[in-house]
C-alpha cells in the first residue's frame, strides 16, 4: 500500500487553488487540462478528468460484450466487418 500524497493549499478570493507541481505529475495534468471532484461528506477527491470519465466508462460498459455475445477476438473481427459493411453500404 502506499502513502497518500498530502499536501495543503490556500483558497484564493474567488475559490482558485493552485495544485502543487508534486499532485499535477502524480494525476498526469498540465495547464488546460481538466480534473474531476469527487466529494462525499466532508472531503473531495481530485482525479484526472479523462482518467475520471474511462473509469466510469468502463463501469457503465461492463457485461455489455457478453451480452452481445462477443466472446473472442474473432468475434470482434467479425463485429468490425460486418459494421464496415454496413457503413460502406449507405
Excluded: H
Aim: aromatic content about 4%; some cysteine; glycine content about 6%.
Amino acid at each position: 500500500m502506499s502513502i497518500p500524497m498530502i499536501d495543503s493549499v490556500k483558497v484564493m478570493s474567488k475559490g482558485q487553488v493552485t495544485i502543487p507541481k508534486e499532485i499535477r505529475s502524480l494525476l498526469k495534468v498540465s495547464e488546460g487540462d481538466r480534473v474531476t471532484f469527487i466529494c462525499e461528506g466532508n472531503y473531495a477527491i481530485v482525479m484526472n478528468a479523462n482518467i475520471y470519465a474511462m473509469r466510469s466508462l468502463q463501469k457503465e460498459m461492463a457485461g455489455e460484450w457478453e451480452k452481445a455475445g462477443i466472446k473472442s477476438e474473432a468475434d470482434i473481427a467479425s463485429l468490425c466487418r460486418e459494421v464496415r459493411s454496413e457503413i460502406e453500404g449507405l
